[in-house]
């Protein structure tokens, strides 16, 4: 049954990649980052074919920018540990591509990864040649997972997260991912909620709880914060910033924002949308809400004192929280339930707003509300409210701040226990 389920996405797979092309063309011209080597993901690797070239070592492959900070992470402690070790980090966005180019350490090789094709999942493997593959949280392609256990390629599924939505489709389709999931010598989970749903989908899945690695991302106590002055002029102001916003939630935002200037006069709004090529459409809300703004991807500063920055820009997200006062975590609003993660701001002492119902980062959430170190909204018209509690009363709010960073110390330790995790050797039957 798996053989033929494989033999049938191998055969769909070009078909559906001709549909999505233009979408993904759209993105690439779109999205910012880095591009030139765009062409790797198809196996053209150009003249780098002998730098890439080699034996053994670890393959990490994340997707965007998140996966790919906490990909560094786990290569920084490994190379304390193994400073001669062959490392090989690949990502799937030109944005995850440019911020691995920028911070991997020098003796990393970077990479995009390859599209799920049979034949360029193999051209990957027969030129790098490394001995494991580490793949980042949800990152589930099939042929990456099976071409490189055939090619005698360890493969480990790390900081590994099922959201309850997601679990009810590969539940449904077990006959197909419950052979996928058992064929990684093992799966380390950020919850036990999350081994929970891995070994509901697939039995005999290799399934250890390991925590979440974002708990032990560490925020250089020297990284300097956005400079606001530039934008808002002189003053001891109140900057709100609405993080990874998505649709909806940017309107939201506003709407709240004239409401608290009409009592706190001295506070003023960061909006960093989660994909940068919404500025244009951002930008236009504003103009329709009569705000004063400037609009960051454009202008490296105003020339007259704005009310709201629009930091329709990428990898810059935690340099824009560290200077705001309260940060609004996105999709959580406006009818959006999935969450991003909380773990940065709250690393970083913020104050943390967000919804109440966070489907992919459900623990995270727990962590911090088990610890009153978040306030959550559990409708859009009580945002504006608790923000103007957190606002007149500072001490609770540098309160709210402290513990939200007390809390994620005590989550520390998932890099160590997910670098144990990765150097199992247990042997299993090849499924393809």
């Given amino acids: 049954m798996f053989r033929l389920a494989m033999l ?3 055969l769909i797979l070009p078909l559906g990649f001709i549909v999505f092309l233009p979408g993904l063309i759209y993105k690439l011209i779109a999205r910012p980052g880095w591009k030139k080597t765009f062409m790797e993901r198809f196996g053209c690797f150009g003249g780098r074919k002998n730098e890439l070239s080699g034996e053994g070592g670890i393959w990490f492959h994340a997707v965007s920018v ?7 992470s786990v290569i920084r402690e490994l190379l304390k540990r193994d400073p001669d070790c062959r490392i090989i980090l690949s990502t799937t966005t030109t944005t995850g591509q440019q911020l691995a180019r920028a911070k991997a350490p020098e003796q990393v090789k970077v990479i995009f990864s ?7 999942v193999r051209k990957f493997f027969r030129l790098l040649k490394v001995d494991e593959l580490v793949i980042f949280e949800t990152e589930i392609w099939p042929n990456l997972i099976m071409v490189g256990r055939k090619s005698g390629v360890r493969v480990a599924l790390v900081n590994a997260r099922m959201s309850d939505h997601s679990s009810r489709g590969y539940y449904k389709w077990r006959c197909f991912f419950a052979p996928l999931l058992a064929s990684f010598d093992v799966i380390a989970a950020q919850s036990s909620q999350d081994a929970e749903r891995f070994s509901k989908v697939s039995p005999e899945a290799k399934v250890r709880v390991c925590g979440n690695i974002k708990f032990d991302q560490h925020i250089p106590d020297d990284l300097a914060p956005v400079d606001y002055s530039v934008y808002f002029g002189p003053g001891d102001y109140k900057i709100i ?7 909806g939630e940017e309107a939201l935002l506003i709407r709240s924002y004239q409401s608290l200037r009409r009592v706190y006069p001295d506070v003023r709004l960061v909006i960093a949308p989660r994909h940068a090529e919404r ?15 400037s609009q960051r991807s454009t202008a490296s500063e105003s020339s007259v004192p704005v009310d709201v920055v629009l930091a329709d820009t990428t990898g810059e997200l935690v340099r824009l929280m560290k200077g705001a006062d309260i940060v609004i975590m996105g ?5 959006q339930d999935e969450g991003h993660n909380l773990i940065e701001p709250a690393l970083l002492g913020k104050p943390i707003v967000t919804g109440s119902v966070l489907r992919n980062f459900r623990f995270v959430l727990q962590v911090l509300a088990d610890a009153d170190a978040v306030k959550t909204v ?11 509690e957190l606002l007149s009363s500072p001490e609770a709010c540098s309160a709210l701040g402290d513990r939200a960073r007390n809390a994620m110390a005590a989550h ?4 160590s226990r997910v670098l144990d995790a990765i150097k199992l050797r247990s042997p299993l039957s090849m499924l393809f």
Avoid: C
Wanted: negative net charge.
């Fill in 241 to 247: 910033i609405g993080a990874s916003t998505h649709p």
């Fill in 279 to 293: 500025g244009g459409e951002i930008a236009g809300l504003l103009r329709d809400a009569g705000v004063s703004f």
């Fill in 412 to 415: 520390g330790g998932a890099v």
């Fill in 114 to 120: 390859p599209i799920d094709f049979y034949w360029t």
């Fill in 66 to 72: 998140g996966e790919t900070m906490v990909a560094l």
């Fill in 331 to 335: 999709k959580s609003l406006a009818g």
């Fill in 8 to 10: 049938l996405y191998n």
């Fill in 378 to 388: 559990d409708s859009d018209d009580e945002l504006t409210d608790i923000l103007g």
